[in-house]
């Protein structure tokens, strides 16, 4: 099992340019969610998914898009990349187990620079 | 608001000590605290998940605390090695992965 897989692991983007982050897990786990790291905070969640065909958004979710059209995968798009966009991008999954959810698998993370 | 404060911030230890990183958290409903070890450049590992029936589990050298009375948990690292050198998060769930609430982390230096 690859667990989550993330890519790219770096970017750069210019204002205004759009790009999709990629993720992907191979554990059929029916959660999935976006964080974003910065310096001096928490994560924070960005949109989440509790399976194929259903997502929603999370603390931090203006100027990104999500879908599922798999379990597998996980996109996340930026629309129109704003300096403040500028941070390091964690993807992580879970599922159900007995009662409550399990602890989350995070991705390597993609850090993205916006100039 | 839900809340969880880690502290310290940072921590310098010499190789072979012990050390105890404390998370104080406000979070209401409350399910679980997980513990998690992130290097740097890397994306956060789980260390261990308690419900608030727990008061104490362990992974290796590794133990962490809960009371869910006090809203208090704590990890305790035994003969620290240079490799647990990274930042450490408290993550406390009401019961569902998307209300989760993370702490700032406390960054551990094992120096030799």
């Known amino acids: 099992n690859a667990g989550v897989t993330q890519t790219p692991k770096f970017q750069v983007l210019k204002t205004g340019q759009s790009m999709t982050l990629q993720c992907a897990q191979d554990?059929?786990?029916?959660?999935m969610s976006w964080y974003r790291q910065d310096p001096g905070m928490g994560l924070r969640l960005i949109h989440y998914?509790?399976?194929?065909?259903?997502?929603d958004q999370g603390e931090v979710p203006n100027g990104y898009n999500v879908s599922r059209s798999t379990t597998e995968d996980f996109p996340l798009r930026l629309l129109s990349a704003a300096p403040s966009q500028t941070s390091v991008y964690f993807c992580a999954s879970s599922y159900k187990g007995t009662g409550i959810w399990t602890e989350a698998f995070f991705g390597q993370g993609t850090r993205l620079t916006v100039v | 608001k839900n809340q969880v404060e880690q502290s310290p911030q940072s921590l310098i230890i010499l190789e072979g000590k012990n050390c105890t990183l404390q998370?104080?958290?406000?979070?209401?409903?409350?399910?679980?605290l997980r513990w998690y070890k992130q290097d740097t450049g890397r994306g956060p590992v789980s260390l261990t998940i308690?419900?608030?029936?727990?008061n104490t589990k362990s992974n290796g050298r590794y133990t962490a605390t809960l009371d869910a009375d006090t809203k208090q948990s704590s990890l305790h690292i035994t003969a620290s090695q240079l490799s647990d050198s990274a930042s450490y998060i408290c993550?406390?769930?009401?019961?569902?992965?998307?209300?989760?609430?993370f702490g700032k982390g406390t960054l551990l230096t094992v120096n030799p």
């Open positions: 554990m059929n786990h029916e959660y």
């Open positions: 993550v406390v769930s009401p019961g569902s992965n998307y209300k989760l609430t």
């Open positions: 998370c104080n958290y406000t979070v209401s409903p409350f399910s679980n």
């Open positions: 308690m419900t608030f029936s727990e």
């Open positions: 998914s509790v399976g194929a065909g259903i997502t």
